[in-house]
């Protein structure tokens, strides 16, 4: 067997368009809510311990990492929400042009950094 | 698009509950940042108020629950395409009992506020 056959590309050399980095961001992001998933239930659990614990942790929430962190987890939010809503256009059948998919694509990452400003700036 | 609720097929049935969660999150996600934006701001009894409100319990209690169910269609498949067949069974429990949990304590908190 000759050791000369092509081979597929590799993550790690081939460089992933736009829309490919997008899918997988879709993937990571669906993670990483869901992990934070468990910060948002123990919000809820502090809550029913009573006014001591919900006062102490809005202190906890209110630093600027927290912050930080909040701000990151609704742009994950909103990112995630956008790509999922090209995926439920794509069900439909639509817009699977390469032109665009790569418009669509930059579309969909000014969406969902224009929300995270407006939503961020409406929480903080 | 046409059959798109006919022939129960167990993967066509795992993506129309991907998409069905995900259409029906959209508009819930309202609750979740109402709800961060009290976390952040409103005084304990204010939190109380609007979590009394039935509209805003049971709208946060359906985010909880559908994205959970969501959540571990999702994760199902990432691990499908990424965990090797022997340990897929393991790694995809393991993450539907941490979805299973995760609602489970969002729910008995919230009705219990």
Redesign the interface.
């Known amino acids: 067997m000759p050791h000369n056959r092509p081979i597929s590309p590799h993550l790690q050399i081939y460089r992933l368009p736009l829309t490919g980095l997008i899918s997988i961001s879709h993937r990571l992001t669906g993670v990483l809510l869901s992990i934070g998933l468990l910060g948002l239930v123990f919000i809820v659990w502090q809550i029913t311990l009573g006014e001591e614990h919900f006062t102490h942790l809005q202190a906890i929430l209110n630093t600027t990492s927290s912050r930080i962190l909040l701000v990151g987890f609704v742009y994950a939010l909103l990112f995630h929400l956008c790509h999922g809503v090209r995926h439920l256009i794509w069900d439909a059948g639509r817009t699977f042009s390469r032109e665009k998919l790569n418009y669509y694509a930059l579309v969909e990452l000014i969406i969902s950094a224009s929300l995270t400003l407006f939503i961020a700036r409406e929480l903080l | 698009?046409r059959n798109l609720f006919a022939k129960p097929h167990l993967a066509h049935f795992h993506w129309l509950q991907q998409?069905l969660s995900?259409?029906f999150?959209?508009p819930l996600?309202y609750w979740?940042?109402m709800f961060?934006?009290r976390?952040?701001h409103a005084?304990?009894s204010e939190?109380?108020t609007w979590?009394h409100s039935p509209m805003n319990k049971y709208g946060l209690i359906a985010w909880?629950l559908l994205?959970?169910y969501h959540?571990a269609l999702?994760?199902q498949v990432?691990f499908e395409d990424y965990i090797s067949r022997t340990r897929q069974r393991l790694a995809i429990w393991s993450a539907n009992t941490?979805?299973i949990g995760?609602a489970l304590?969002?729910v008995l908190?919230?009705v219990?506020?």
Do not use: K, P, T
């Open positions: 698009m998409r995900a259409f999150l959209l996600s979740l940042f961060a934006e976390c952040l005084n304990y939190m109380l979590l909880f994205v959970c959540g999702g994760v990432i941490f979805f995760l304590c969002a908190f919230l219990q506020i």
